[in-house]
């Protein structure tokens, strides 16, 4: 959510943001709040006068009593128990165009930073840079559930019938590698510095509606019936969540965090859900980081956390590209953001394995999280980035690690969470 002032003094601004974001059915709500926040500030201020008119006459009553005219003091009465019925009338209306104003304000995107490209969709993101060599084998790469097949470790077959489509089960030595991963990124980035965290898992919805907008939400949670909460879909829901309505000392800054939660998605949408693979499902693991700062810091912070993420995937052997996220691809809470695209090298092209977003103060302003500065308090702003989103991770680790005879390499960075195992043998080298 933006500043109303944004409203109040730079509409154009407002509305040139809403058009490179090609959201042009929202041009009108900028006139509407502008409009409402006029209405309000008139029913605000008069009832302020009232209250001081109010105040001031209620004084004057003691001393009219005192001095015995008891016929002037019931005047003044009569008067300020009108003051009474009007102040209650206006406070009313202030309550019914103040929420107006919030439920439309919170749907004008965030003002994107003028770094983004402008562009309708993710089509027309932007290549930073490429680290790493996309390698193609000798060998056609099999395709992922092949892999993991080969090494006995997915069962997707009894997952439909406990759970339905999109959701499977990991074996053995394939399952025990998901979990080495993730283990290896939660230290990877406690030897950043970050403070590990486990979050709830499940939400209050006045929190969901705080970290992410309206649409988002429709798309992506699962509400638990017959309660507030809805299953996270990715651990800085709640770790943004962990600050809602607090007043941080400015010492306390910048505060860095890094969660591991299970995620829990609809994945609605054309794409759909995969019948054979594990790319897109409805229930994955992630860890993840979430940093807190000063408006000054944050976009020191954005290039270094995405750089976090691309320094963990180069140390595992996967070639990795960064993508900058153009107008149109971006949820409307973002400022900035960039994916971490991992090279396939079955399908010869990148695929996501993650993204870094810097949300300015939208989400700190939602929630109600401030900074207590020397001068004043302030709306800090907030970060996240994905370090491990598996079975994606695992995806991109099996396609750039498998040899011909379907065995796997493990890295180096990944052995001692493997029990210093070097490779992965097939069920039939067994």
Same mark, same amino acid.
């Given at each position: 959510?933006?500043?109303?002032?944004? #409203?109040?003094?730079?509409?154009?601004? %407002?509305?040139?943001?809403?058009?490179?974001?090609?959201?042009?059915?929202?041009?009108?709500?900028?006139?509407?709040?502008?409009?409402?926040?006029?209405?309000?500030?008139?029913?605000?201020?008069?009832?302020?006068?009232?209250?001081?008119?109010?105040?001031?006459?209620?004084?004057?009553?003691?001393?009219?009593?005192? =001095?015995?005219?008891?016929?002037?003091?019931?005047?003044? !009465?009569?008067?300020?128990?009108?003051?009474?019925?009007?102040?209650?009338?206006?406070?009313?209306?202030? =309550?019914?165009?103040?929420?107006?104003? !919030?439920?439309?304000?919170?749907?004008?995107? *965030?003002?994107?930073?003028?770094?983004?490209?402008?562009?309708?969709?993710? $089509?027309?993101? %932007?290549?930073?840079?490429?680290?790493?060599?996309?390698?193609?084998?000798?060998?056609?790469?099999?395709?992922?559930?092949?892999? #993991? *097949?080969?090494?006995?470790?997915?069962?997707?077959?009894?997952?439909?019938?406990?759970?339905?489509?999109?959701?499977?089960?990991?074996?053995?030595?394939?399952?025990?590698?998901?979990?080495?991963?993730?283990?290896?990124?939660?230290?990877?980035?406690?030897?950043?510095?970050?403070?590990?965290?486990?979050?709830?898992?499940?939400?209050?919805?006045?929190?969901?509606?705080?970290?992410?907008?309206?649409?988002?939400?429709?798309?992506?949670?699962?509400?638990?019936?017959?309660?507030?909460?809805?299953?996270?879909?990715?651990?800085?829901?709640?770790?943004?969540?962990?600050?809602?309505?607090? #007043?941080?000392?400015?010492?306390?800054?910048?505060?860095?965090?890094?969660?591991?939660?299970?995620?829990?998605?609809? =994945?609605?949408?054309?794409?759909?859900?995969?019948?054979?693979?594990?790319?897109?499902?409805?229930?994955?693991?992630?860890?993840?980081?979430?940093?807190?700062?000063?408006?000054? =810091?944050?976009?020191?912070?954005? $290039?270094?956390?995405?750089?976090?993420?691309?320094?963990?995937?180069?140390?595992?052997?996967?070639?990795?590209?960064?993508?900058?996220?153009?107008?149109? /691809?971006?949820?409307?809470?973002?400022?900035?953001?960039? /994916?971490?695209?991992?090279?396939?090298?079955?399908?010869?092209?990148?695929?996501?394995?993650?993204?870094?977003?810097?949300?300015?103060?939208?989400?700190?302003?939602?929630?109600? #999280?401030?900074?207590?500065?020397?001068?004043?308090?302030?709306?800090?702003?907030?970060?996240?980035?994905? %370090?491990?989103?598996?079975?994606?991770?695992?995806?991109?680790?099996?396609?750039?690690?498998?040899?011909?005879?379907?065995? %796997? *390499?493990?890295?180096?960075?990944?052995?001692?969470?493997?029990?210093?195992?070097?490779?992965?043998?097939?069920?039939?080298?067994?």
């Amino acid at each position: 959510m933006i500043d109303i002032r944004l #409203i109040r003094e730079e509409r154009e601004l %407002v509305k040139e943001n809403i058009k490179k974001k090609f959201q042009d059915k929202k041009l009108p709500l900028v006139d509407e709040i502008y409009e409402l926040d006029i209405k309000y500030r008139e029913a605000k201020n008069e009832a302020d006068n009232l209250r001081a008119e109010k105040n001031a006459k209620s004084n004057s009553i003691g001393q009219l009593m005192r =001095e015995g005219k008891k016929e002037e003091a019931e005047v003044i !009465k009569n008067e300020v128990s009108n003051y009474a019925d009007k102040i209650s009338s206006l406070e009313e209306k202030e =309550e019914a165009l103040e929420k107006e104003i !919030k439920e439309k304000m919170m749907l004008i995107p *965030n003002i994107i930073d003028s770094s983004v490209p402008v562009g309708k969709d993710d $089509n027309e993101n %932007v290549e930073i840079q490429k680290y790493g060599e996309p390698v193609t084998p000798s060998f056609e790469v099999p395709y992922h559930a092949d892999i #993991i *097949n080969k090494l006995n470790g997915l069962d997707k077959e009894s997952a439909g019938r406990t759970s339905g489509n999109g959701f499977y089960y990991l074996m053995g030595d394939v399952a025990r590698l998901h979990s080495a991963m993730l283990s290896y990124a939660r230290d990877f980035m406690i030897n950043k510095g970050f403070t590990y965290c486990l979050p709830p898992f499940m939400i209050r919805s006045d929190v969901v509606t705080g970290v992410m907008s309206f649409e988002e939400m429709n798309n992506m949670m699962y509400k638990i019936e017959g309660e507030d909460l809805f299953l996270i879909g990715t651990s800085e829901h709640s770790m943004i969540g962990k600050f809602k309505d607090q #007043i941080i000392p400015e010492k306390q800054l910048p505060i860095s965090l890094t969660s591991y939660s299970p995620c829990f998605r609809k =994945e609605v949408g054309a794409h759909g859900i995969e019948e054979r693979g594990i790319y897109r499902v409805h229930q994955f693991e992630k860890q993840e980081m979430v940093v807190l700062c000063k408006p000054e =810091e944050s976009m020191e912070w954005y $290039n270094k956390m995405w750089s976090y993420t691309v320094e963990f995937f180069r140390s595992l052997d996967v070639p990795v590209r960064t993508l900058e996220c153009c107008s149109g /691809d971006l949820a409307d809470l973002k400022v900035k953001s960039c /994916d971490v695209e991992a090279w396939s090298p079955r399908q010869q092209k990148y695929f996501e394995v993650g993204s870094c977003s810097t949300l300015g103060d939208a989400q700190a302003r939602r929630l109600g #999280i401030r900074t207590k500065g020397e001068k004043s308090n302030y709306y800090l702003h907030t970060l996240n980035n994905t %370090v491990l989103a598996t079975p994606r991770g695992l995806i991109a680790f099996l396609e750039n690690n498998v040899n011909e005879d379907g065995t %796997v *390499n493990i890295p180096v960075a990944l052995r001692p969470y493997m029990g210093n195992v070097e490779k992965l043998i097939t069920k039939e080298s067994k």
